[in-house]
T-cell receptor, first 112, second 109 residues
Framework: DGGITQSPKYLFRKEGQNVTLSCEQNLNHDAMYWYRQDPGQGLRLIYYSQIVNDFQKGDIAEGYSVSREKKESFPLTVTSAQKNPTAFYLC???????????FGQGTRLTVV | AQRVTQPEKLLSVFKGAPVELKCNYSYSGSPELFWYVQYSRQRLQLLLRHISRESIKGFTADLNKGETSFHLKKPFAQEEDSAMYYCALSGTSYGKLTFGQGTILTVHP
């Protein structure tokens, strides 16, 4: 069953802790993206990666970090430097043709 | 810098009425524009691309470079069209993909 998988679906963390969100795809896509979805603000790009071992900051990268050691995986770490981490996070991948982005089901992170 | 603006957060119409979801963009080059849709409890998915010039589920969108717009239209709305709609822009085939704020469309019976 091909697709893009995010885990976990729900995540609770204490303030000040780093947390890593998983994103895996078996679509053989080159590019992968992380977005943050907040009510009334749409999808805001955090980081994206066009190829293994390379990634670029998006519009709201502060307080986040990523890695792209494998084509299939693009984990996102929400660090303690992120001032308002509670949000819904979406991962996506796009093929080299760039015709369509495929999205995961999302991870809802709540920091208490 | 690339930017997408959807001026309407909420849009309500009655079944059978025409609907238009507005999208304006800012980009210095030749953009690729998309409409994505998120139905209740489903993943965000592609609705249509400006390059393909096709009609999907009765929706069409025309790229107007002069007005830097890519409005989504449907002549007769259906209740199943109720969803969140996002306009998106990409400057290159698999580069930075920027989304607008989204418009929640509600079609009343």
């Amino acid at each position: 069953d091909g697709g893009i998988t995010q885990s976990p679906k729900y995540l609770f963390r204490k303030e000040g802790q780093n947390v890593t969100l998983s994103c895996e795809q078996n679509l053989n896509h080159d590019a992968m993206y992380w977005y943050r979805q907040d009510p009334g603000q749409g999808l805001r790009l955090i980081y994206y990666s066009q190829i293994v071992n390379d990634f670029q900051k998006g519009d709201i990268a502060e307080g986040y970090s990523v890695s792209r050691e494998k084509k299939e995986s693009f984990p996102l770490t929400v660090t303690s430097a992120q001032k308002n981490p509670t949000a819904f996070y979406l991962c996506a991948s796009i093929s080299r043709e760039g015709t369509e982005a495929f999205f995961g089901q999302g991870t809802r992170l709540t920091v208490v | 810098a690339q930017r997408v603006t959807q001026p309407e957060k909420l849009l309500s119409v009655f079944k059978g009425a025409p609907v238009e979801l507005k999208c304006n963009y800012s980009y210095s080059g030749s953009p690729e524009l998309f409409w994505y849709v998120q139905y209740s409890r489903q993943r965000l998915q592609l609705l249509l691309r400006h390059i393909s010039r096709e009609s999907i589920k009765g929706f069409t969108a025309d790229l107007n470079k002069g007005e830097t717009s890519f409005h989504l239209k449907k002549p007769f709305a259906q209740e199943e069209d109720s969803a969140m709609y996002y306009c998106a822009l990409s400057g290159t085939s698999y580069g930075k993909l920027t989304f607008g704020q989204g418009t929640i469309l509600t079609v009343h019976p």
